[in-house]
Structures are given as structure tokens and as C-alpha cells.
């Protein structure tokens, strides 16, 4: 099925619209205050931006979840149309536990895929893709590239059947009125059938990975609406949707339980087994159609039918299944909790006709990284919607994902995740000691079990390396306690020292290196070549001087060592006045190919704050190169709000706006809030966490930073309102 759009003028309208609605009430900038919690009225601020859907779009499809599981609807509020939706946002189940590894006939080793580099007049292994090399490695690498794979648990939709006995399509369906409630995390469907009215309710539970839907019709009691959950077969690719009806032998499904108001099903596969419970009010019964093909048919009695799905982990079948009402009251209830806490940004009284458009954005922003990102391991830039990378996590993303959090006031949800690194930092150990260098080497592209994954490129990144020193910084000073120094210290010191032992002493020119063998966030440049990539270097000075911080803060002796790299560490390197993307790369602005991707010169004075050595003139001369001559066409969707970041520390408020709707394709935000990129990526949440990060940052500042809402112009158009923000380092 090729990519489309059923109906692609929404889009424009719903943007078009956003556009002109401009707040109202604002004359001039405000004196400067203490922004206080309580003047917003946040239940207002979100609901006007609760999602309507009124035509089958398949890239308006809704999610409901709890941060470590999500389940996305169609227009029928279940997922009835799997295949129409899957070149869309597709309908997934997944979660956080759902992995599976298909059977190993080969018995490869991961060693298999490991190339030595020549690095420091050493032989350092990396694991890489060969794709360029055809034989047992290449093999190896893409077979631990794709496994473990995350799974699409189940699809749970509708069989309404017409008068005719035929089963629906989706050009059936009419008079769609579909809305997402905000502030109850609740999807509220209605549409007809041959003129039979349907209406649906979607919930899912805060904590458990429960669904809960009622649907109310005539339907029912004709005995023409039941319903259906399917099991698809992991494709083991790139991407996975949940659509694989083949290789019905390679897994099993039981209906182990099959009563008038109850059904258990457990679905086995290579190496994953779990259970699907279903629970409903009124009378039904769930039978076997076909191989993992399952249908839940309510009584005739009523024209009414709620139920309860739990998809469960081996260790959590013995959860019991709420209530449709107590999964709908627990949602309402925990969605209030997360709206009436943290940060809340009001732009209704500002008159740029851009303001309505970018709270959208930061409201949705906020719902779907709440939905997606806030478990207990870093997600995956597609979150729970659907595998990209074979479902795995890639840790230099988890700044985007996670960094907002605490900047708005809600740190427990950055700090769940941070449990996770400790629980893999053993395997982090394991690949400095392969590599020669000490501490933990954190894994770039990883899965849930911390196993590192070959990659031709992210093997060789390090940018990740520093955000675990982010992240806990930026969760001490939410609370600036001794216990959470003590919590996080080792791993602070861990990852330190491998930065540090990884900086390289050059006795002829008298200072330490990054690289070669490193490939920066830009990821245009050859490994083997490069070397001080520019962010890079200003990113191991802050995180080292950040550690030493924390032994202080402790009471501990400095780092030797760790000081004698800050001492020695190469400048940043310049060139005619502006900073190269890599001292490597003198030809970083007359390349082509050097002008693409992320500008990640942006983040050396951006996402981070100044650093010892850095010239605001030569980054404001950098900035202004960059903002001409970049082939913007070819970014990603947190390249606009970096760029915002840096323009504001550079006081470019005007500048920062104007990043933040650039109009270009990666930098689209659809209906549903979504970040799109590409027909490969439909979503992408680094672009929703970016957005997060920016506007937080240019709403309450940074360390340093003078008067209110410094990140916004001050030319009277952007009258910000906001509470419970926190200031960017």
C-alpha cells in the first residue's frame, strides 16, 4: 500500500485555522514578575486543544496510555482498519516488557560482529553493520540488530457487519465525529453504520496495561457488532506495524478461558510468552475464528457493551481486570493529577497569529510524551505506536524524550527511567573494559536489556555519553538534597571517567583529543577521520566540570584526572570566525554534504549552557552562517527547537520564533499532535520533547538569563503567561 492521505485538505484547514486565532488582551509587555502557580486556567488551556477528527485520515489516528504502555485508535476508537492505517500512524499495542528474539538457528556470536579500528595506535573493536561486506559478519550484525525486537501485542478492533452479512470497510463509516479529551486522556467516538448510530469510549489505565471501551448501538442487538483481537507475527524489520498475518505456524494462541464474562488467551511466541485477559459487564463469549484470530461476541440483551483487555507479562498475569467505569475514573483521575501539576504555558493573550498554533503544539506535545516516553526505560523515537529501529531505544535521543520533564516541573517522570541505567550500566562497564577505556561507555542504539547494537554509526557516536551527567544534575536541582547526590553519584563518576579516558593526550600538540575514532551528532563524517567535534568537546567540558561539582558538593577530593583534561582539552576549533562542526572538517560550510543533517554546532551554546572557552561573537557569527546557507530541507524535527535554544541564549528572540515554524516538511506537526518526517517516519517524539525543552527555556530562562520570558520577542506580540517552570541550566 502506498503512502496516503484519505483526505489531505484537513490538514491544511485545521493549520489554517490554528493560524488565525489569534488570543486577545495583550497591549505591551509586562512588568517583570515572580510567575506564581495557580493564575492559569489550566483546564481551559487544555481542553482547547482536545483533538477532533471528523474524516477516516490515517494520520489522525489517537493514542491512549500510561507511559510504559499506549494503544492508537482509528475513527472507531478501536483498531478496526489496521491494514487502511498502517502507512499512517498505525494502530499498535505495545509496551515496555513486549520483546521477542526469533530462534537463532545459526548460532551467531556478537563477537562476530565486532571491526577493529586503529584508534590511539591501538586496535579498539566496535560493533558495526558491514553492509558493504557480504559473509558471516554482516550477517551476525543484522542479526543482533534485529533481535530482540519489540512486539505489537495484539490488535483489538471491531467486526460490525452490514445488512447484507458483509463485513464494513472503511468507506462505511460515516458521520465520524471523533475527540480526544485531553483532560481525561479519554477517546470519545461516534459515527453510523447504513445509518445505525455507534458511538465508543477508549480509556487506558494509568498504571496496568488495561484498555477499557464501551460501545453503545443497535448493532449489538442485531448481533451485527462483536469484538475481534488478532495476533500479528513480528516482521523482524526495520519497522513493524502490527499487519503480519503470515507465518501463522511460528507462533501459538490458546483461548485458555473462555466464559460469559470473562476470556484469558495466551500467545506464544520465540521467546516471548504473555496473556491477554478480557473482562465485561454484560453477558458474551469469546471463541476461536481462526489461528490467533479471537471474537468477543456480546448478548443480544443490550444495546450496551463495556470490556477490559489486560496485556500481561509472564510475571503480571495475576492482575486483576477493573471495571470499564474504575479504568475510566482512574484515567480522568490521573489525567487531572498530571495537568493540575508541573508547568503550564498560556498564549491566548499574546497576538502573533503564530501563538495559537505553537500552544497546540505544546499542549498535544505534552499528552503524547506523557503517553510515549514516560516509562521506565528510555523509549523509542517512535515511542509505543510502532517500531523504528526494530523497536529499540536510542540513548543520545533520550535527552530529547526526557529533558523536558524536569524543565516543567515534573522530574519523577525523567527520574523512572534512570533506575534503567543502573540496571544496564553492568553491560555499559563491559564495552569501555573491551574497548580499553574505563568506566561505562554508555550503548547508543540498545534494547530493553542494555544489549549494545551493531551500527556503522552509532557505535562510534558519543554525544550520548554525558546526558546520564544531564540528567542527574538536572533532577538535583529539582530537589537539591544529599540523598540524591548519594543516589546517582557512582554512574555520575562512572560515566566521567570514561570521558576522561577516552580523550586522547596528543604529546605533539600538547592537548587531548576526541577522536578519531568518533562520529558527531551530525552524522556526515567518517569515523576514522574525524576528530574534536565542536559540541562534543564543549559537551566533555561541561560534564566533567559538572562531576567534579558533585564531588565537591559531596565533600570529596577533586578528580586528578578528570582536571587535567579540562586543563589540556583542545579548544573549540574556529575558523574564519565561526566554528566548525569538527576541527577534522575545515571544509564544514563549503561541503555539500556538510550543510545537512543536524546542525549540531547549534548545541555547543544551546542545549548547553557557556562553556569555558566559548566566544558568543564567533557563535553568533556561526549562527547567522548557518541560519543562511543550511539545507534545512535535510534536518529532523529537533534540529527547529535547538536552534530556537541557541538563538535565545544569543538574546535572538525573534530568531528562536522563527526556528520553531520553519517551513519544513520534518518541522510538520500533524492534528494528533505528531512530529511528522517523512513517509518513513510519520512520527517522530525527539520533535515533541524538543518543542517541550525550547518554549520552557524561553519562557523561564537559564542561568544567567535577565527578565521575563527572555526566549520571545519583546516587540509587545507575545504576551506569555506561565507557571511552574524550571530554568535551564
Known amino acids: 500500500m502506498n503512502y496516503t492521505l484519505l483526505n489531505p485538505e484537513i490538514h491544511k484547514k485545521i493549520i489554517l ?55 492508537t485508535t482509528d475513527i472507531t476508537g478501536l483498531q478496526t482498519f489496521p491494514e487502511t492505517y498502517q502507512n499512517g500512524i498505525p494502530l499498535g499495542t505495545q509496551s515496555e516488557w513486549g520483546w521477542d528474539s526469533f530462534k537463532d538457528t545459526t548460532g551467531y556470536k556478537f563477537e562476530e560482529s565486532l571491526k577493529a579500528y586503529d584508534q590511539y595506535g591501538r586496535k579498539v573493536t566496535y560493533a558495526v553493520q558491514r553492509s558493504s561486506e557480504p559473509g558471516r559478519n554482516r550477517d551476525a550484525a543484522n542479526w543482533f540488530r534485529k533481535n530482540p525486537h519489540r512486539l505489537q501485542l495484539g490488535n483489538l478492533g471491531f467486526e460490525i457487519y452490514k445488512e447484507d452479512g458483509s463485513m464494513i470497510a472503511v468507506e462505511d463509516v460515516k458521520d465520524i465525529r471523533q475527540e480526544l479529551d485531553l483532560w481525561a486522556g479519554e477517546i470519545r467516538s461516534s459515527f453510523t453504520v447504513e445509518g445505525e448510530k455507534v458511538e465508543v469510549r477508549t480509556d487506558a489505565h494509568p498504571e496496568e496495561d488495561i484498555i477499557g471501551v464501551e460501545v453503545t448501538s443497535a ?58 485477559k478480557m473482562q465485561w459487564k454484560e453477558k458474551g463469549m469469546a471463541e476461536q475464528k481462526e489461528p490467533h484470530y479471537f471474537v468477543v461476541t456480546p448478548d443480544k440483551g443490550s444495546d450496551t457493551f ?18 470499564f ?4 475514573s482512574a484515567s480522568t483521575d490521573g ?39 514516560a516509562g521506565n526505560a528510555p523509549p523509542q523515537e517512535t515511542g509505543l505506536t510502532h517500531n523504528s529501529w526494530f523497536g529499540k531505544p536510542h540513548l543520545e535521543m533520550h535527552w530529547w524524550h526526557g529533558v523536558h520533564f524536569p524543565l516543567w516541573g515534573r522530574p519523577e517522570l525523567l527520574e523512572k527511567s534512570m533506575d534503567w541505567y543502573t540496571k544496564v550500566s553492568r553491560k555499559a562497564g563491559k564495552i569501555a573494559e573491551r574497548q ?135 579548544p573549540l576549533p574556529v575558523q574564519d570566525g565561526v566554528y566548525l562542526a569538527t576541527e577534522s572538517a575545515t571544509d564544514s560550510y563549503t561541503n555539500p554534504k556538510y550543510k545537512t543533517d543536524h546542525p549540531s554546532v547549534f548545541g555547543t551554546y544551546g542545549m548547553l549552557p557557556e562553556t569555558s572557552g566559548l566566544d558568543k561573537e564567533i557563535m553568533r557569527n556561526t549562527f547567522d552562517l548557518i541560519w543562511k546557507d543550511w539545507v534545512w530541507e535535510d534536518t529532523w ?6 536552534t530556537a535554544m541557541t538563538a535565545a541564549r544569543l538574546g535572538l528572540p525573534e530568531k528562536a520564533v522563527d ?14 499532535g505528531h512530529n511528522y518526517q517523512d513517509k518513513r517516519l510519520r512520527l517522530y517524539l525527539p520533535g515533541n520533547g524538543g518543542i517541550l525543552t525550547a518554549v520552557a527555556m524561553m519562557c523561564a530562562g537559564w542561568d544567567g538569563s535577565e527578565g521575563e520570558n527572555p526566549g520571545f520577542p519583546k516587540d509587545g506580540t507575545w504576551d506569555v503567561r506561565w507557571e511552574g517552570l524550571a530554568r535551564m541550566p
Open 637 to 642: 524535527g529537533w534540529d527547529f527547537p535547538m
Open 436 to 570: 580499553g577505556f574505563e568506566g561505562v561507555r554508555w550503548q547508543k542504539m540498545t534494547d530493553i536489556y542494555g544489549n549494545e547494537c551493531p551500527s556503522s554509526i552509532g557505535s562510534v557516536l558519543i554525544w550520548q555519553q554525558p546526558h546520564y551527567i544531564t540528567f542527574a544534575e538536572l533532577l538535583y536541582r529539582a530537589d537539591p538534597d544529599k540523598k540524591t547526590l548519594e543516589k546517582y553519584k557512582e554512574l555520575v563518576y562512572a560515566t566521567a571517567d570514561f570521558m576522561a579516558s577516552f580523550a586522547h593526550y596528543d604529546k605533539d600538540k600538547k592537548r587531548y583529543m576526541l577522536g578519531p575514532v568518533v562520529i558527531p551528532a551530525q552524522e556526515r563524517f567518517k569515523a576514522e577521520e574525524t576528530f574534536n567535534p565542536t559540541y562534543e568537546l564543549a559537551y566533555w567540558r561541561w560534564g566533567l566540570e559538572t562531576a567534579q561539582e558533585w564531588k565537591e558538593r559531596l565533600g570529596e577530593e577533586r578528580s586528578a584526572q578528570w582536571d587535567d583534561v579540562l586543563r589540556k582539552l583542545s
Open 659 to 672: 526556528a520553531l515554524f520553519m517551513d519544513i516538511p520534518t518541522n510538520t506537526y500533524l492534528p494528533n
Open 306 to 323: 463495556s470490556m477490559t483487555c489486560l496485556f500481561a507479562s509472564q510475571g503480571n498475569k495475576e492482575v486483576s481486570l477493573p471495571s
Open 335 to 373: 489525567w487531572e493529577s498530571f495537568w493540575n501539576s508541573g508547568g503550564a504555558i498560556d498564549f491566548s493573550e499574546c497576538t502573533d497569529p503564530r501563538a495559537a498554533e505553537l500552544e497546540r503544539r505544546v499542549v498535544l506535545s505534552q499528552y503524547l510524551t506523557r503517553i510515549q516516553c
Open 219 to 276: 448493532l449489538i442487538k442485531e448481533g451485527r457488532l462483536k469484538i475481534r483481537l488478532r495476533f500479528p507475527y513480528p516482521t523482524g524489520e526495520w519497522t513493524d506495524v502490527g499487519v503480519n498475518r503470515q507465518n501463522t505456524g511460528r507462533h501459538k494462541t490458546e483461548l485458555a478461558v473462555s466464559e460469559a464474562d470473562r476470556a484469558e488467551i495466551i500467545h506464544t511466541l520465540d521467546t516471548m510468552s504473555y496473556a491477554v
Open 325 to 328: 467505569a474504575e479504568v475510566q
Open 17 to 71: 485555522a490554528l493560524l488565525i486565532l489569534a488570543g486577545t488582551g495583550c497591549s505591551g509587555v509586562k512588568e517583570e514578575k515572580e510567575e506564581t502557580q495557580g493564575q492559569i486556567d489550566r483546564k481551559a488551556l487544555v481542553q482547547r486543544h482536545n483533538v477532533v477528527v471528523e474524516e477516516a485520515d490515517t494520520l489522525a489516528s489517537l493514542s491512549v496510555g500510561n507511559g510504559k504502555f499506549a494503544f
